[in-house]
């Protein structure tokens, strides 16, 4: 099984932050990785897919990039709406979640 | 527009089994495949496997090989995930959501079914 590390578990940030996650797979996964955003009692919405494309609807601050092993979702400027927890997803064999970022206000 | 309504909360024993629908509508619900999802209370998302709803050919993460089926009746555009042998862990939502027509990867989402198993 593919396993993904993301990093950190928990982030404190204020609203205007840049912020930048990373997903780490345990082997190379090419460029089939996803992002998701959730929020409490939500389904997840898919924000990224093929680690840079980003999802129709889904605000430009939000950005993907990496291949292979290393992957990183950035948001440019965070807004009171994007605290949530986000997950990356591998899409290569079968499919595997990180165990997510919650992004808490500071 | 695409909908996924999903059926409601169940309450199980240990040992038993239930079975969760999923009712598409806006699309051809043959077209695209269908993945289910669950959430443990406060823990993070675990991929269970997807259907193809076309064909019904099926393909279950290793964890859940065994216990869990996933069918679907294309006569009323609606997926089932059943699992057996349910265990306190069980206890979670779970989701099923439907591919991106582009990429395979899950862009809608039922609103989640709530599955207790208590004795």
């Known amino acids: 099984d593919i396993q993904l590390t993301q990093s950190p578990s928990f982030l404190s940030a204020s609203v205007g932050d840049r912020v930048t996650i990373t997903c780490r797979a345990s082997?190379?996964?090419?460029?089939?990785l996803a992002w998701y955003q959730q929020k409490p009692g939500k389904a997840p919405k898919l924000l990224i897919y093929a680690a840079s494309t980003l999802q129709s609807g889904v605000p430009s601050r939000f950005s993907g990039s990496g291949s292979g092993t290393e992957f990183t979702l950035t948001i440019s400027s965070l807004q009171p709406e994007d605290f949530a927890t986000y997950y990356c997803q591998q899409l290569n064999n079968q499919r595997t979640f990180g165990q997510g970022t919650k992004v808490e206000i500071k | 527009q695409v909908q996924l309504v999903q059926s409601g909360a169940e309450v199980k024993k240990p040992g038993a089994s239930v079975k969760v629908s999923c009712k598409a509508s806006g699309y051809t619900f043959t077209g695209y495949y269908m993945h289910w999802v669950r959430q443990a209370p406060g823990q993070g998302l675990e991929w269970m496997g997807w259907i193809n709803p076309n064909s019904g050919g099926t393909n279950y993460a290793q964890k859940f090989q065994g216990r869990v089926t996933m069918t679907r009746d294309t006569s009323i555009s609606t997926a089932y995930m059943e699992l057996s042998r349910l265990r306190s862990d069980d206890t979670a939502v779970y989701y099923c959501a439907r591919e991106h027509s582009g990429y395979p990867v899950g862009v809608y989402w039922g609103q989640g079914t709530l599955v207790t198993v208590s004795s």
């Open positions: 082997q190379g996964i090419s460029s089939y």
